[in-house]
């Protein structure tokens, strides 16, 4: 056995949502690394730019995933070569809205659980079997400061976090004695799409979230699941907490009648 940290050359890595974010970066360090990717998301032109970007190694494929048949059915299919998934970044998701509980569109909320929760479940059932079968591999999840701790109009979005946390608390159980790894990246403020989506293309409100701060980019995102991914296969982080400098907590509010 060897206690020595992976090589790169070795990693067949399936990330959803390589469109935007930290997919995108996903895609990118692995690639620059010397691994496979295979790169999924809903918007094909930007996956197309990214397989003209990063050439052979990266793989790309449409994919909705809410859709767990076509999620199966894509991994059936893969070409040789990217076959041997042992990395997932089950990583698509987002959050809609910022609103109180009872005013908020609950069509977003649904929005929300079908990809953060659905979405997400239906990646890590499609490739277990897979990993399992091969002896080898690695599941990551987008969990997030908000699985965490609350603020006002998290709701729904922080609902979906916290059961990406316990989700893969639990599969930690399930993974033992079969060498699949399991980690939830929890981020904290990242500048990337997520707030664009978040306030439905309101790009003044987007940019406020990250305004006169150091927030993180998607490539220090990437870069955290990269050293996670590469380290000896006889150690797992767990959970990984990262928040920017700039970032911290604030007190209990108190309402006073
Ligand atoms: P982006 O909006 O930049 O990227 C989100 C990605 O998810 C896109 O590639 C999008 O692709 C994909 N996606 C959304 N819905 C679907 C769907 N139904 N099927 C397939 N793909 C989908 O956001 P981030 O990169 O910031 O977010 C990535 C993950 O990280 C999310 O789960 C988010 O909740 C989490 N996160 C983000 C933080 C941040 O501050 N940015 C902090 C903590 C966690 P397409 O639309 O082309 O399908
Ligand atoms: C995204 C981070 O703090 O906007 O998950 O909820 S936050």
Redesign the pocket.
């Known amino acids: 056995m060897s206690y020595g940290m992976l090589d790169p050359k070795s990693l067949t890595v399936f990330v ?10 996903i895609a990118r360090r692995f690639v620059g690394a010397g691994a496979r990717v295979v790169g ?4 094909m032109e ?1 996956l197309e730019k990214l397989k003209a970007e990063l050439g052979e190694a990266l793989h790309v494929a449409e ?4 859709d767990y048949a076509a999620t199966e059915k894509l991994l059936a299919e893969l070409p040789e070569a990217f076959s041997g998934v042992n990395v997932v970044a089950a ?5 809609l809205g910022l609103g109180p509980a009872d005013t908020v569109d609950l069509a977003d909320w649904h929005t929300m659980i ?3 929760v659905t ?2 479940v239906n990646t890590v059932r499609a490739t277990l079997p897979g990993m399992i079968a091969r002896g080898r591999g690695h599941v990551f999840g ?5 699985g965490d701790y609350p603020y006002p109009g998290g709701n729904t ?1 922080a609902g ?2 916290a059961f990406v946390k316990q989700f893969l608390l639990a599969l930690r159980s399930d993974m033992l004695g079969k060498n699949v790894r399991v980690t939830n ?13 978040r306030f439905k293309g309101d790009e003044g409100k987007a940019a406020d979230v990250y305004a006169n701060m150091r ?2 980019t ?1 490539n220090d ?1 990437a870069e955290t699941i990269f050293w996670c991914a590469t380290l000896p296969e006889h150690v797992n982080i767990n959970r990984l907490q990262v928040m920017p400098t700039d970032q911290a907590f604030g007190p209990f509010a108190v309402h006073r009648g």
């Open positions: 959803t949502g390589a469109t935007s974010g930290f997919g995108e970066a999924t998301g809903r918007r930007r994919l909705d995933v809410r990583n698509a998701g987002l959050a079908d990809t953060n979405g997400f987008l969990g997030s400061v908000a979005y979906t976090k990246i929890e981020p904290g403020m990242v500048e990337t799409e997520f707030s664009l989506v927030g993180m998607a995102v």
